[in-house]
């Protein structure tokens, strides 16, 4: 009887990996957003692909489809090859919810960059929701769209 339950104690335990505190779980998500804004402002396309797990789903905010495969998620951030010097993401507000090994942050970001001399700047909102596995946090499902002009 003592076997079987530290056989259950030891597969619940190995089931709570991340029972962090939840302000410390928050500030490492909000620190991966902005490390997210980072690498694509500095237009890696290697860095940024490499904050998404291998299983996530991306509804970019210029794409007309949506992104199942690492090879497609890729594909997506292609675009960086192609922005000006000056392309950059800036996060402005998050809102962060943490639930065990599964957090999401719904909040806005503004692209920007000049084009023919004029400056172009592009608000969107995004939610992320992120796992925490194999030691880190990874981005499994990020939706992103263009704030609607009113």
């Not at 237009?43 to 996530?56: F, K, S």
Request: aromatic share 10%; glycine share 6%; with cysteine.
């Amino acid at each position: 009887m003592r076997i079987v339950f530290l056989c259950v104690i030891s597969i619940a335990l190995a089931g709570c990996q991340t029972m962090q505190a939840p302000a410390a779980a928050e500030q490492q998500i909000s620190a991966l957003t902005q490390e997210w804004a980072a690498e694509m402002s500095a237009h890696d396309i290697e860095r940024v692909t490499g904050l998404y797990d291998a299983d996530a789903v991306l509804w970019g905010t210029r794409s007309p489809t949506i992104r199942t495969t690492p090879e497609k998620v890729r594909e997506y951030f292609g675009v960086l090859k192609t922005v000006p010097p000056d392309y950059k993401a800036v996060i402005a507000e998050q809102h962060i919810r943490v639930y065990g090994d599964i957090a999401i942050n719904s909040g806005t970001y503004t692209f920007s960059e000049t084009r023919d001399g004029k400056p172009v700047v592009r608000p969107a909102r995004f939610s992320m929701v992120y796992r925490y596995h194999d030691g880190r946090w990874h981005i499994i499902d990020h939706h992103s769209s263009a704030v609607p002009t009113s």
